[in-house]
């Protein structure tokens, strides 16, 4: 069986800003992807996510700045001749066809000899586990199924850039999971550049190997799905990706370093080599809830608060927990037989000092 022939490219974006009207949606887009790399696009609605997989694409309005693909500029190029293939939320399938027409569609319009298109759309078809249903029409399958039809007729073209516009929002949570661990498959079984959008932070997560996460049309940061969680580089990337915990307050000089003051009267030393109005970030799974008269360790700061809430998921109970005006979470594991925090009683929060991040309010 013949396969798909592939050959990742990179994706540059120079300086890219694009208007509807006089609504300015992208600003300053700069960012590269490696050849065969999954990346994603992560944001919450209106971020512009979408806008720039398009402008990729080649639909919509022109851009300014520069797209270069495999390091050739397309900016200016029409879609058709950008060589990507893209699969949309709705897949855009023909009902009237069968899913091999569907699949051979794309070949069709390049008006390829008859067999070549035939071996193409059996290889293609092949590698989504689809092969032994290609005289169905795409309402006899399932969502799943119809996904990988999308996915087929994109591939079958040999793009040199797979552009994925939240194609898993129409399935069910259960067949997300298993559709995004394929995709995740077929990616790296292709070694094919595809860029994902989602604002699902689960799924850019678990199939990509950097993202750009992405807020009023500017990039807020780039790295690993970990380098962002760990590290992020403001405040909205650190309560986008997962549960934070965030106090206000200032940091001032103390004793020879330097002190959060928070609005609500806690003082916590810091490392932080800025002054002024800041916020102080810290994971519920790094915070360690003990007795009262529970003392901190020369590692950890310990803060004094009240059990407002507690929830049980499990492995673990989630803990709402008043420190003045401000309530955090604190994830503690659960074992059978250990001890629970009733509500309102008092508690030590220990906080591990490398686990605390200031970050500009």
């Known amino acids: 069986m013949t396969s798909i022939a592939t050959s990742a490219a990179g994706v540059d974006i120079e300086s890219l800003n694009l208007s509807f009207d006089d609504t300015h949606v992208l600003k300053g887009i700069d960012l590269s992807i490696e050849p065969g790399e999954f990346f994603a696009f992560l944001g919450p609605s209106g971020s512009g996510k979408s806008t720039l997989l398009r402008a990729i694409a080649g639909f919509g309005p022109t851009p300014t700045g520069r797209i270069l693909i495999g390091g050739e500029e397309v900016a200016h190029l029409p879609p058709w001749k950008r060589n990507v293939g893209m699969v949309f939320q709705s897949y855009a399938l023909w009902p009237h066809m069968t899913v091999r027409k ?22 293609a078809l092949e590698m989504v586990g689809l092969l032994d ?62 860029i994902f959008v989602t604002h699902d932070q689960e799924e850019a997560n678990t199939t990509s190997d950097r993202m750009a996460v992405l807020n009023d049309g500017i990039i807020q940061q780039v790295g690993s799905p970990m380098e962002l969680y760990d ?102 594991r659960h074992q059978q037989g250990a001890p629970v925090y009733a509500m309102d009683s008092q508690v030590s929060l220990l906080l591990p000092k490398d686990q605390l991040m200031v970050l500009e309010s």
């Open 133 to 194: 249903l290609a005289d169905r029409r795409p309402a006899q399958l399932s969502g799943g199924q119809q996904q990988r039809i999308a996915l087929a007729r994109t591939i079958v073209v040999e793009p040199r850039v797979l552009l994925l516009d939240e194609p898993l929002s129409n399935l069910d949570a259960n067949l997300r999971v298993q559709m995004r661990r394929e995709l995740r498959e077929l990616q790296q079984k292709l070694q094919l550049t595809t």
């Open 231 to 332: 590290n992020p580089a403001n405040l909205f990337v650190a309560t986008f990706l997962g549960t934070a915990n965030v106090l206000r307050g200032v940091v001032e000089d103390a004793g020879g370093g330097a002190q959060f003051n928070a609005l609500d009267g806690a003082r916590i030393p810091v490392d932080s080599p800025g002054r002024g109005p800041r916020s102080l970030m810290f994971r519920p799974q790094n915070v360690v809830i003990a007795a009262a008269d529970k003392s901190a360790d020369s590692d950890s700061v310990r803060i004094a608060g009240t059990v407002r809430h507690m929830e049980f998921l499990g492995s673990i109970i989630r803990y709402g927990v008043a420190i003045g005006a401000d309530t955090v979470l604190v994830d503690h």
């Open 102 to 123: 569907n699949v051979a569609f794309g070949l069709e319009e390049r008006k390829l000899p008859t067999r070549e298109i035939a071996t193409r759309v059996d290889a």
